[in-house]
């Protein structure tokens, strides 16, 4: 008989929630005790995820969550979805493949700022153009955390903390919502770690959305950055509906101070083959080798 | 004569960023990643407090650092950077075009093991997944070596019968953050061990010759195979011409600096050792405690430590090996295609290029981070003392290897 094969990485599993009364929170957390600091923003996003699955009432084992490299790529270890921890920069190239292989499942996109913004930037372009019907929570701090303090590419200029840049980075930030506009993104939100509920009320409506969408998070690195503890005094809400054209939408880019929360911009735009909603059989994978060799 | 000019307390990181600071490199691009980023910290805090004039550029990843250092280096700059194991990975497609076009740069492997599964340690399979891309690779074992090679390796990469880029390589955890006592050698002494500098002579910017880089080589006709073909006799030989320089640069640097560091392979208490184990890297120091401690109780061993690791010194290693009658490879990467350690292969087919046949154990230690003792290497050196003694049936066939922490014992 042949050897075992090892699993990679034993992560999970507690019973499944029951499948007829509702869902909890609890029903999406993993036993995993979370490693990130005391006081950092990431519990929450946690929370609020946990709480918006809860809400859609989309049992575990239809949902995918799959990350980058970073503090924030931690989150699918404490989920009791299907979660993949894949390489530094790449979540949403790898989360583009499981909902091609897996149209049926809800699919979502979790990493930093440097995961998705520096290392994985073209990513982040090429996923709002493709409008593949996924949801990407950008956990922003505006630093390498994991990596113990560089800035990243949506630090300030004159940040001289870090210890790479400690005259600081000299170059203006990627402001997110810029950058997916232009790129043809058709949903952008954000959110605040301090207030998961209005933080899973975005995340419900980026799931719902059919097609990219981008949950901008501001969730403070209390370690490298604690100065971020006061973002709790700078977010104020977006007045207005949700902006349905670009004009109204860049427009609201021009006034917005990146402490703005709200769903900025929700337009209705084909997703990447919607038409295509059933997973290939294996079978047919089979045939068409045949037919080819 | 001894150009010390001053005593430091350091890490292995840190003593690296002394090395290139002495070298005085033109731009530095830089990705963090564990264990590398102190390194590179360092660097920067030396150029922000003007002790080093550089440009130190963060860049968007590590394909972007090595793509913006052939452009710096193209451009006629003394380069360096540093990575590790998915830094280097990602790194990969700059990386195998370097030696090819013969841009003489210097980049820090601070070595970690691979994914999957996931992991943050040291180890050495980063490297050894890129040991024939055609970079010279050189291992040290203590944070001294991790300096004064770093100056020295300028001096080979930019050698103009080498002109090839140079990996220097320091074990993450032991040496990156072990701390220890460092000489820092006069900037004066280490200018004039360089020499003025001349990195790129071959395909600089140069406005008598204005040229395009690497066009379109090869292909079909013989003409175009034929030319391919110089190129890649060229890298050999380059690869084969750096064995020399090597030799010659560690004599040089002994003579000025009075630290002396085996250039290619060292022999340790190897005169009249019945078998030997070969190691490489900072697990060197506690097989040479090993081979004290065995030989305080008779038993006759000795240790080769590989430095230089690519080119391969096939001639110094077979000179070593013919001093022993058995030899226990320690390794700490796998070699997946043949079940060993990649050293291991390499010091088998040294063995046959001399016409010496003897045993040989592959052992594999100190992956992801693990703990490599003294105890780890007394039983390598009770395996192969078994092995010369008789085929002993409970060894492993070779080259099925012998997993030196599979046990989950911490052996101290
Ligand atoms: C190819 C590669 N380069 C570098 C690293 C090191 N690294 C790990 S996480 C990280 C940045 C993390 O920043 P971010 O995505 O903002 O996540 P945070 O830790 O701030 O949540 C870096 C540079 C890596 N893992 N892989
Ligand atoms: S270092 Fe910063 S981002 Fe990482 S866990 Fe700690 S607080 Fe959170
Ligand atoms: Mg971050």
Redesign the pocket.
């Given at each position: 008989m042949s050897e075992t094969l090892l699993a990679p990485a034993p992560v999970l599993t507690k019973p499944p929630p029951p499948r007829d009364g509702a869902f909890t929170m609890q029903d999406f957390k993993s036993d995993i005790k979370p490693i990130w600091c005391p006081g950092c923003g990431?519990y929450s996003v946690l929370t609020a995820l946990a709480k918006a699955l809860a809400e859609l009432g989309r049992p575990r084992e239809q949902v995918a969550l799959i990350s980058?490299?970073?503090?924030?790529?931690r989150l699918p270890a404490y989920t009791s979805v299907y979660g993949f921890h894949g390489?530094?920069?790449r979540a949403l190239a790898l989360a583009t493949g499981v909902k091609l292989a897996r149209p049926d499942l809800t699919v979502i996109a979790a990493?930093?700022?440097?995961?998705?913004?520096?290392?994985g930037g073209n990513h982040f372009l090429h996923a709002c153009r493709r409008n593949v019907d996924m949801t990407y929570i950008l956990?922003?701090?505006q630093?390498?955390?994991?990596?113990k303090g560089?800035a990243?590419p949506t630090t300030a200029p004159d940040w001289c903390e870090g210890k790479l840049t400690p005259e600081g980075p000299g170059i203006a930030p990627v402001a997110p919502l810029r950058l997916a506009l232009a790129a043809g993104v058709s949903f952008f939100a954000r959110g605040f770690a301090g207030n998961p509920n209005e933080l899973a009320r975005l995340i419900v409506a980026g799931i719902t959305h059919p097609g990219f969408a981008v949950i901008h998070v501001l969730?403070p690195?209390v370690t490298?950055r604690p100065e971020q503890r006061a973002w709790k005094q700078a977010v104020h809400p977006l007045e207005g509906a949700p902006a349905t054209d670009l004009a109204t939408a860049m427009a609201r880019f021009a006034a917005d101070d990146g402490f703005t929360t709200g769903i900025f911009y929700a337009c209705a735009a084909p997703p990447f083959m919607p038409e295509r909603k059933r997973t290939k059989q294996a079978s047919d994978f089979a045939k068409r080798f045949l037919v080819e060799i | 004569m001894n150009h010390l000019s001053r005593i430091i307390v350091c890490d292995g990181n840190e003593a690296a960023a002394w090395g290139v600071k002495l070298s005085r490199p033109d731009v530095i691009a830089v990705?963090?990643?564990?264990p590398q980023?102190s390194l590179v910290e360092t660097l920067a805090k030396f150029v922000a407090e003007g002790e080093l004039d550089a440009e130190v550029m963060p860049l968007e990843?590590?394909h972007s650092v090595l793509s913006a250092l052939q452009g710096a280096c193209l451009a006629g700059a003394r380069t360096y950077t540093a990575?590790?194991?998915?830094?280097l990975?990602?790194m990969f497609e700059p990386y195998v075009r370097t030696p090819g076009l013969r841009l003489p740069m210097v980049a820090s492997l601070v070595n970690r093991d691979m994914l999957s599964p996931q992991c943050?340690w040291g180890g050495q399979q980063d490297v050894m997944t890129v040991r024939d891309a055609g970079w010279i690779q050189i291992f040290c074992e203590s944070a001294q070596e991790v300096l004064d090679t770093v100056i020295m390796a300028y001096r080979i990469a930019e050698h103009p019968a080498v002109m090839l880029p140079v990996n220097v390589n320091h074990d993450g955890n032991y040496l990156s953050y072990g701390v220890s006592r460092v000489e820092i050698p006069d900037q004066a002494a280490v200018d004039a061990f360089l020499g003025e500098k001349n990195v790129n002579w071959h395909v600089a910017l140069d406005p008598e010759r204005p040229m395009a880089v690497d066009p379109l080589t090869g292909g079909a006709d013989a003409e175009g195979a034929a030319r391919f073909v110089a190129y890649r006799q060229s890298l050999c030989r380059g690869m084969q011409t750096a064995l020399a320089v090597i030799s010659e640069v560690h004599a040089d640097w002994a003579r000025v600096f009075g630290r002396e560091h085996a250039a290619l392979v060292e022999e340790y208490r190897l005169d009249d050792a019945e078998i030997g184990l070969v190691t490489i890297g900072s697990m060197s120091g506690a097989a040479k405690d090993a081979a004290d401690a065995a030989r305080a109780e008779g038993v006759r061993v000795g240790v080769i430590r590989i430095k230089t690791y690519r080119p391969f010194p096939i001639a110094a290693v077979a000179a070593a090996a013919s001093k022993v009658g058995a030899l226990g490879v320690v390794d700490r990467a796998v070699s997946y295609g043949w079940n060993c350690g990649p050293v291991y292969q390499d010091v088998l087919a040294a063995l046959y290029s001399a016409g010496l046949r003897m045993p040989v154990l592959s052992f594999i230690g100190g992956l992801a981070g693990a703990d490599l003792t003294g105890a780890h290497f007394a039983r390598a050196i009770a395996m192969t003392r078994a092995a010369l003694r008789e085929a002993d049936a409970t060894l492993p066939a070779p080259p099925s290897p012998i997993w030196l922490n599979a046990d989950g014992e911490a052996t101290r």
């Open positions: 990431d980058g490299i970073g503090c924030s790529s390489v530094h920069g990493g930093g700022d440097g995961d998705g913004l520096s290392i956990m922003d701090n630093v390498y955390g994991m990596t560089q990243s969730s690195c490298f | 990705y963090p990643i564990t980023s990843g590590e990575t590790s194991g998915p830094g990975a990602f943050v």
